[in-house]
């Protein structure tokens, strides 16, 4: 299994790779972009384990900034930890994950800033509530995407501050950006591991069936018991 997985890694950091160069949104307050990665990455923690997910998303960062010559300041290494722990997130079958979201809401309120704009915190309370339904994807989706948004916030409260208006005025944004995550990790998961599973029928891929959740394939019972 641990070869299987080496070899997945190495297919799930190149597809990140691809991923990274495609931006999809500009992350507020900075001049860096949310790209097709952020709807990849926590799918990396189901095939390979939450441990090895969070590495292999470390791995893609590093060589997208040595690859493409990409700035190594402050702001990008930070970046890092989000979709890291949106992978573990991802990966964990058990519902303490839970905890990130009552730690970062008690941490944004700590702020001095972020006790202005105090409601915005309460977001964390949909995907806190989720994580207790992670056996559904959406909801293990959600909770993934939430865990890189709340983490992320917390970091940019402390580092950046930015004003209580504007923390505010971003709720409705959150949750239109987050509702798109969503389904962009659901729809990831499900493509991937589908693709995957039709693959592994092939003599040559067919050692990476063990890889395959069959939970997460379309069909009728998909739809019924884990969609």
């Known amino acids: 299994m641990t070869k299987r997985k080496i070899l997945f890694s190495i297919i799930f950091i190149i ?20 790209t097709l990665f952020e709807l990849l990455c926590p799918v990396g923690g189901m095939f390979l384990g939450p441990i090895l997910g969070a590495v292999s998303a470390f791995v893609v960062y590093g060589l997208n900034i ?30 303490a994950t839970a905890i990130i979201f009552p730690i970062c809401i008690a941490l944004f309120i700590l ?26 994807l959406i909801f293990n989706s959600l909770g993934a995407t939430f865990t890189a948004h709340a983490v992320g916030s917390v970091f940019f409260l402390y580092a950046f501050g930015l004003t209580p208006a504007i923390w505010m005025a971003l709720i409705p944004v959150v949750f239109i950006e987050r509702g798109v995550f969503t389904l962009g990790i659901w729809t990831s998961c499900l493509v991937l591991n589908t693709v995957l599973d039709i693959l592994t029928n092939f003599k040559a891929v067919n050692f990476l069936k063990p890889l395959v959740n069959k939970n997460y394939l379309i069909s009728p019972r998909f739809f019924k018991s884990f969609a």
């Open 15 to 34: 597809l990140g790779l691809i991923a990274f160069q495609i931006s999809i949104d500009r992350i507020i307050g900075s001049d860096q972009n949310f």
């Open 66 to 95: 040595a690859i493409f010559h990409k700035s190594l300041d402050f702001l990008t290494i930070a970046l890092v930890l989000p979709p890291m722990l949106a992978a573990v997130y991802f990966g964990l079958k058990n519902k």
């Open 111 to 136: 702020n001095p800033i972020g006790r202005q704009a105090w409601m915005y915190s309460l977001i964390w309370l949909i995907p806190f509530v989720a994580t207790f339904f992670k056996k559904r």
